[in-house]
């Protein structure tokens, strides 16, 4: 049986000395992993094709027997080129095709989600959407979609409305599924789990309108590093996984924050 489909390349690998295995997220499948035969060598079937982030249009034959479908050809639907021009667009993006790797079951359907990162990819490429901002949004609308969203109404201890917590910033609790307050929380640890009120304010209203309207949100630098230190903990806790690519992705951004801070000084 022959397939066509839209894909986006999550991942590829080696295998041998010719080929390449893929990983397609595409729209009707869901993760598809597939053997791209001599890809290494064949400049006239996958020309440059098979990039990191790009869309495709994939042509794969599926065998009557167990194993992975054949890659016979691909061709190129939007390349994002503009991704991987830079390396604070590449980090971001290779992170988030990892969560969705990681999580993600081969042969599921997932087309909200394939929808979502076509559009954060899209934004990305164009540039006209801060990258913080894009990554906030994937993983909120992630977390949703997996059926992880966090509880950022109440304490998860007391109950407690946000609104009625004393307190202008809760701590982050992603092991009970959302935040608590300072009284059940205990001591805190370490600057970096605390959360303002607003900042989760925030985080709720760019999960519960659309993307045209969410990437219009302004987000203060307090409450960008907030969301994205908040998100960075939760995302990989619930897939049971920690992206290496998070780790890859926070470098950068500390080599960019002290190539500002030496451009200043």
């Keep these: 049986m022959v397939v066509t489909t839209s894909a986006i390349l999550l991942r590829r690998i080696e295998f041998g000395e010719a080929d390449l295995v893929v990983t397609l997220f595409t729209p009707d499948q869901g993760k598809v992993s597939a053997v791209a035969k001599s890809a290494k060598k064949s400049v006239r079937r996958f020309p440059g094709i098979l990039e990191p982030f790009s869309r495709i249009e994939a042509v794969l034959s599926v065998g009557k027997r167990k194993g992975m479908p054949i890659l016979q050809e691909a061709s190129l639907e939007e390349p994002f080129f503009r991704i991987r021009e830079n390396m604070v667009k590449t980090a971001y993006a290779s992170y988030w095709m990892e969560i969705i790797y990681l999580w993600m079951a081969e042969n599921a359907p997932q087309a909200e989600l394939y929808h979502l990162t076509h559009q954060v990819l899209s934004r990305l490429n164009q540039g006209d959407t801060p990258v913080e901002v894009l990554s906030i949004l994937f993983q909120m609308r992630f977390l949703s979609l997996a059926g992880f969203r966090p509880d ?71 409450a960008t590093a907030e969301g994205l230190t908040f998100l960075e903990a939760f995302v990989p806790f619930h897939i049971g996984r920690l992206p290496k690519s998070l780790g890859v992705l926070r470098d950068v951004r500390a080599a960019m924050a002290n190539r500002i801070s030496h451009d200043r000084t």
């Design 152 to 222: 950022l109404d109440h304490c998860h201890a007391c109950k407690t409305a946000i609104d009625q917590i004393p307190s202008s910033r809760v701590i982050s609790a992603p092991a009970k599924g959302g935040v608590a307050c300072p009284d059940c929380s205990g001591p805190i640890d370490s600057v970096l789990s605390a959360i303002s009120k607003g900042t989760l304010k925030q985080l709720a209203w760019i999960n519960a309108n659309g993307v045209e309207q969410a990437v219009r949100i302004r987000f203060t630098p307090a």
